[in-house]
Structure formats: structure tokens, C-alpha cells
């Protein structure tokens, strides 16, 4: 469960989650922008996963993929990646309307104009900061993506489950964030975010309860199997 040692990714994991921290504390960064940047991160991750989806449905031959749920065919994988749309659209949609209301940086009462501002609210600081996150979800998840598939180890059931794990503390964790904007206590709860954020991702291994779940699914289907035969 707990990684015993740090590796070349975790170092960086770590470097681009205390960016933020760095630059309000030492910079003078705007903390609401930052949160913003936070809770547009979990769009980030979205726009990846069906990305990757995309790709292993439509591109990855599927004798190649050995690791996958049964009937996992074209259209089976379609069906998965139009639900995560819509199942994961709701946690965005969800999360920035919580997060919108509560921080105040967004003052409107459209919804779809709510989003058609937030490129201002961003501010230079935190465009850069989103820059920063959108190369870093790029190289890091595209290089794991790259070697889960030379592995043998990606299916579209497993990416839709993929990013669960960590939005639903980052959205615990952004909203309750937002109400540390309204109290002016921002600088410290920067700081408790980025800890919590990396500690979730080093020590708490998401994908390989990924694959525990994935072989004990494909046991029971075996045992299942073995049972009608006899």
C-alpha cells in the first residue's frame, strides 16, 4: 500500500504540487486564482482519461490488449467512454458551481456565463500555473499511459475508473478550500491542499487496487466459467 521509495516521478509530483505553495506564500499570488486553477485540474485529468479511452478503443488492436473485461469490443468501449463523459461532467459541473458560489471569484448568476469568465479570473498567475499542470498531466500520464499499454495492463473499464480516486478527495478538499477564501486563512490551506494532494497519490495506490479489483473480477468470471462446464 505505502511506497517504500521515492521514485523520478514521485520527486516531480511533489515539485509541480508545491508550486503553488511557493508562489503565495513567497510571490504574492492570488490564492482564489490558484484554488481555481485547483478545481479546473479535475477537468485536466477528464479531458486525459478520454483521451487515453479514445485511443485503446479505437486505435490499440485488441489482441494486443491481453488485460481486459470480457466483451469489451468497439462498441462495448464506446458505450464506456460516452458514460464517463456524462458521469464525470457531473462531478465538474458539480464541483466549479460549488466552488464558484462559495469563493466569490465568479460573480454571475449564468451558469454557462459562470465558465465563459473564468479565462479572466484566472489571472496571469494562475494561467501560468495551469500551464504548468497541463504539461505536467501530459508527460506524466501519457508516459504511464505509454507503458500501461507496452504492459499489457490498460482496458477501458480500468480508465474509467481511473481518475475516481482522486477527484473525489480533491473535490472534498478544493470546496472545502474555497470556504478557507471567505475566512482569509488561504496561505495555510494552500499548504494543507498540496499535502494532502501528494500524499494521496504517493501513498495511497489507487491503481493497484485497481488491478486487485480487476483480477478478482476476472477470477470469479473464471470460477464462474468453470462452474458451467462442469
Known sequence: ????????????????NMIPVYGVWFEGW?????????????????????AKMLIV???????YISNTLPAS???????????????????VFVQTQIFFSVSGIINTDSIFGSYAAVPEALGQDGKLLLLIF?????????????????NKTVSIPRLMIQPY??????????????MFLVFSIHNIFILILATIKISFELFF??????????????????????????
Do not use: W
Request: charged share 15%; hydrophobic share 50%.
Open 1 to 16: 500500500m505505502f511506497k517504500r521509495k521515492l521514485t523520478i516521478n514521485d520527486y516531480l509530483l511533489i515539485l509541480v
Open 30 to 50: 492570488n490564492a482564489s486564482q490558484i484554488f481555481l486553477v485547483y478545481c479546473l485540474e479535475t477537468v485536466i485529468i477528464g479531458i486525459f482519461n478520454v
Open 57 to 63: 478503443n479505437f486505435l490499440v488492436p485488441s489482441t
Open 73 to 91: 469490443g468497439k462498441l462495448r468501449g464506446l458505450f464506456y467512454i460516452i458514460f464517463f463523459i456524462f458521469h464525470y461532467g457531473i462531478f
Open 134 to 150: 497541463i504539461v505536467y498531466y501530459t508527460l506524466h500520464s501519457m508516459y504511464n499511459f505509454i507503458n500501461s499499454v507496452k
Open 165 to 178: 480516486g482522486r477527484i473525489f478527495v480533491q473535490q472534498f478538499v478544493v470546496i472545502l478550500g474555497s
Open 205 to 230: 495506490q489507487f491503481n493497484n487496487k485497481l488491478d486487485q479489483l480487476e483480477d478478482n473480477i476476472k477470477k470469479k468470471i473464471e470460477t464462474v466459467k468453470s462452474n458451467r462446464s462442469i
